[in-house]
């Protein structure tokens, strides 16, 4: 969808020599793909998303979008197709909400009922009411909430690319991951490719299908997250992402993904004898007690069974450490676990119902496993 092959920018300095913002970057995002820019202060990131819609003019090299060479467009006529959202969010203090998302498509003459319609879907998806924020300026809206019209209004004209400079960085950690979590919820539905300057490796990790970090105006490696977290490319990567990169490769598996193959579901009326053959023919040290509608409500171990099995579970069974939802990711189960101090936990749906367990053990031997794309399956 983008392609850059050997794009280059230098800003002439008189008397001085030239400085070179970016250095050759050759890179590709596939449609529908998020890649995010990384990389310190002056590293030609924001350089290098610039020449894209050609707010800076590029010095060499070619830009492609969709398979057309952009040296070819005019540069307006390009702007209008590439959603653009800055950190400084950019509203008309002068202009309504629904006035500032429709801004683009008035300036392109589009139907104004399907646009106003479009604006309030828009609205909807990033948890704002349209009947109360519609009619409302952007004096009385919170910085967050100003920060997702700045967003919608980039998806109002319905634009193929966007591109995205530190758009959540001035707001505060909560709201920010929020907004991380609403924009990828929309994007998964409207399929944008998206290029997203950021400075926050952990932003990257969880947003980016890639990542692309930059380092005095070169591309120093452009991968998944997994695989630039596994295999950094050179000492510079493997410092920037930090010393934590492991840790940081949790956030990328789903707890569904890391489930073990066995379940061990037990009824509270079921006898031990009965559970105690279950759990040796599985090789069990731990058996989930669940109720009439599957829901985890206690759990028993091998040990408590073999003192014993006169009885039934619910004579033995111990109270839960804690559940973990399925769709959370493993670096939420390790920070439960350890909050709880156990190592296990066991994994629920939406309705509490019982879906197996994951230990300490497989996700720390997941982490010495080759790298996967964002999806992948555990095998």
């Known amino acids: 969808m983008i392609r850059l092959e050997n794009l280059t920018k230098h800003f002439e300095m008189p008397g001085k020599e030239p400085v070179i913002a970016a250095n050759n970057v050759s890179m590709e995002v596939g449609k529908g793909e998020i890649c995010i820019f990384l990389g310190p202060s002056g590293c030609g990131k924001t350089t290098a998303l610039k020449m894209i819609n050609k707010l800076i003019p590029k010095t060499s090299g070619k830009i492609y979008i969709d398979n057309k060479d952009t040296d070819n467009i005019d540069p307006i006529a390009l702007r209008r197709e590439i959603g653009y959202v800055i950190q400084q969010i950019g509203l008309f203090p002068n202009l309504t ?11 392109l003459k589009m139907d104004k009922q399907q646009s106003r319609k479009k604006a309030r879907e ?57 907004i991380q979590d609403e924009f990828l919820k929309m994007n998964a539905e409207l399929g944008k490719t998206v290029l997203f300057v950021s400075h926050d490796i952990d932003e990257a990790v969880k947003m980016g299908d890639q990542i692309a970090i930059f380092r005095e105006g070169i591309l120093e490696q452009c991968d998944t997250p997994d695989e ?67 829901r985890a409500r206690g759990y028993i171990t091998k040990e408590e069974i073999n003192s014993d099995q006169s009885g039934v579970v619910s ?65």
């Open 228 to 294: 630039i977290l596994a295999n950094p490319a050179n000492n510079f990567v493997k410092e920037f992402v930090g010393s934590d990169r492991a840790l940081k490769r949790l956030k990328l598996i789903p707890v569904s993904e890391a489930i073990l193959p066995f379940r061990m579901a037990v009824n509270p009326d079921d006898p031990l004898g009965k559970v105690a053959d279950k759990m040796r023919s599985r090789e069990a040290h731990i058996a989930v007690m669940v109720g009439p509608r599957g």
């Open 97 to 107: 909400i629904e006035a500032n998302i429709c801004v683009v498509p008035d300036l």
């Open 122 to 178: 828009l609205m909807e998806m990033v948890n704002l009411d349209p009947n109360i924020f519609l009619k409302r300026y952007p004096r009385e809206l919170s910085g967050g909430q100003q920060q997702r019209i700045g967003v919608i209004r980039a998806l109002a004209a319905d634009p193929p690319v966007m591109l995205m400079d530190e758009p959540f960085g001035a707001i505060d950690p909560i709201n920010r991951e929020v």
């Open 315 to 379: 004579d033995y069974s111990d109270p839960l450490p804690g559940t973990i939802h399925e769709n959370d990711n493993l670096h939420d189960a390790v920070s439960q676990m350890y909050s709880h101090a156990t190592d296990w936990m066991p994994v629920v749906d939406d309705d509490g119902a019982y879906k197996g367990y994951i230990t300490q053990h497989i996700i720390a031997s997941l982490l010495g496993e080759a790298p996967r794309k964002r999806g992948d399956r555990i095998t």
